[in-house]
Each structure stands twice: as C-alpha cells, then as structure tokens.
C-alpha cells in the first residue's frame, strides 16, 4: 500500500511538472512575469490537496470557502489527469506533423470535458429493479419498496443544498425502506455537525425504517464520533448485527472491512430464519461468496463509485469480482452502486452517479 501512495503521487507531481514545462514552452514569447505567474498557479493547484488534509478537521471546514477549495483541489486531480493525457497525444500528433497548438487545445479540450463531468454529475441516475424472492413475508402487499443509495460523502464535498436534492429524490420514491450501504460522511465529522445535517437527514421518510453500515470513510472520520452523531437522526446504524422487520425480511449489516475484527458473515447469519428473506449490507464488495453461502436473497454494496471518472472504472473492474451493477449468484442478487454522491472531485466522466429502487415480490405465505 505505501508502494502504491508512493508512485501515485510521484506520477501526480511528474504530470504537474510536465504540465507546466509544456505550459512554458507555450507563454515563450510571453514576458518572464507571466511565465511566474503560470507557473505559480500550477504547483499552488497541485499541492493544495494538502490543506483539505489539514484543516479537515477545523470548523473552518464548514464554510463555503471550504467547501469551494475542497471541490477545486481535488478536482485539480482530475485536471492534471486529463490534461497530462491530452498533451501526450497532442505531442504525439506533433511526431508527424507540424503543430505549434497543442497547450492550448489540451487545456481546450480538458476544460470542455470537466464542465461534461460536472453537468452530468449534476443528473443522478434512478436504476429500477424488479427481483422476485422465493420466500414470503408476513404481511400483504404484491411488492416491497426499497430505496438503496451508499457514498454520500457528507461534509467538505457533498455539502446542504446536494443534501436536501437528495432527500427530495428519495422520498420522493415513497420507499418501504431505505438502506445506506456506507460513506454517508466523508473525510472528517466537523463540517456535518457544524452544519447541522441531522436536520436534513431526519427528513427520510420509510414505514419500516431506515438502515445503514459504515464505510471506510466512517472509520476516517472517527467512527465513535460518527456513531454518537447518528443517534442524533432517525437512521439505524448496523455493525455486525441484525435486524428482522415486522414483516419477516432480516437485515444483516456488516461492519466494513477495514475494521479486522468484523464478524464473518456466516456467523451473523447463524441465528437467523432462513425461511424469511435475508438482506446484506455490506460497503465494500468483497467476500461474495460468503454472502452466496450464507443464503442471502440481496447483497448492496458500494465503495467503488464505478471509478467515478474514466480510466478509473478499467481500475476497479480489476480490484473487484463486481465493481458496478447487478448480478445473480445462485439464489442471491448482487447489487454493487457507483454511489449517489462522490468523494473530492464534482466530475463523473465514464460514470453515473444513482440511486437504486429495488420493487421486491415474495412468495406467497
């Protein structure tokens, strides 16, 4: 791990560096001033990220000078990505024929693909599922209303006016149930409490309640502090534990992963009745075939936004059995969400942000 923090950030800080050497074969003819000033700009973007980093924790990380930096330093990241690979063609380009405009069409084409990313992450996706479950439920009713979100990311980034869209977006569904599949909160609990989020989020309406797991972003931002400030909301956080509905359907929710002392599924699962729907939470989407094994009827997970932005998706197709979407093993459905929000940066470029509907029909009693 400290291997891959170490060469990611060497690429990052060669990709600025190659930024800006092309930037200043491009002001040439420019006075020295102006080549100060460019220069400047791109080491002050690149290395702002660290400030995110250290005041993260302040209550100056609730202003919305806070937030703006935030979604700028991070979204340098995505700029520097994209224009580092757009120079490259263009200096490729430049191999076989004369072109003398190549800065510039980078940054041209790099800024048209940023305000994309931002418009389309603006446009949250509703995916409809329609699952049968060959078990009944005690009550009636031809189907079961879930609302499934993870990876709000609450805090510097997804900030009260992103919240309260969200919250319309999801009563606005008339969900049976709501399930969190973790990272409700991003990088530090200050900026949630200093702005009173509790108020938007006891705004969620479900008749059967409102469940969540943590995420490894939970446990960043101090998962006792996140606890305690859960109970402040009518959300339900589960950490290897169970929960069984008035209408029979068990929720199983698993502590994340990055605690390594979270309970093996199976013994979760153990006491329960196997003759009634069983519903896994689990934020990463790992140990499926102990979700199979366990017999569960879904499994939601998030944590891997779909990459988020292109080449990122080819990254996490590969780190996980399931990065995004749906599939069915055996008797259990599988559901893997890029996240109705997103960490740092505002962009979705190869990727959608959404929220998931499941309609659920059982068997009948």
Known sequence: MVIFIILMLAAYLGGNGYICLRGLQALRHFPPVVKWVFGGVVWISALSILLTFVFRHSRLSASSWAHFFFEYSTGWLVFTLYMVLFLLC???????????????????????????????????????????????????????????????????????????????????????????????????????????????????????????????????????????????????????????????????????????????????????????????????????AQAVDAGADLLFCGHTHNGQVWPMNWLTSRLFEIAYGYEKRGNTNIYVSSGLALWGPPFRIGSRSEMVVFNLSFQRP
């Open 90 to 288: 263009c200096d490729l380009f430049r191999l076989f024929f004369h072109f003398q405009y190549g800065f510039i069409s980078a940054l041209t084409l790099t800024a048209c693909l940023l305000v994309y990313g931002f418009l389309h992450y603006q446009r949250p996706s509703v995916q409809e599922i329609n699952l049968t479950v060959n078990k009944p439920v005690t009550s009636a009713g031809d189907t079961f209303r879930i609302v499934a979100v993870s990876d709000l990311h609450l805090g510097m980034g997804t900030a009260c006016g992103q919240l309260e869209k969200y919250i319309h977006m999801i009563n606005g569904q008339r969900p049976d149930l709501i399930l969190i599949g973790g990272d409700l909160i991003d990088n530090s609990i200050i900026p949630v409490q200093e702005r009173q989020m509790e108020q938007t989020l006891s705004q969620l309406r479900a008749e059967l309640g409102i469940y969540m797991v943590p995420g490894n972003h939970e446990n960043i931002s101090g998962i006792a502090d996140c606890v305690s400030y859960l109970r402040r909301t009518p959300i339900c956080l589960l950490r290897d534990s169970v929960v069984r509905l008035p209408n029979g359907i068990q929720i199983v929710g698993r502590d994340d992963r990055s605690n390594p002392l979270r309970k093996p599924l199976s013994q979760l699962v153990g006491d329960m009745d196997a003759a009634f729907p069983v519903i896994v939470l689990d934020h990463q989407p790992v140990e499926l």
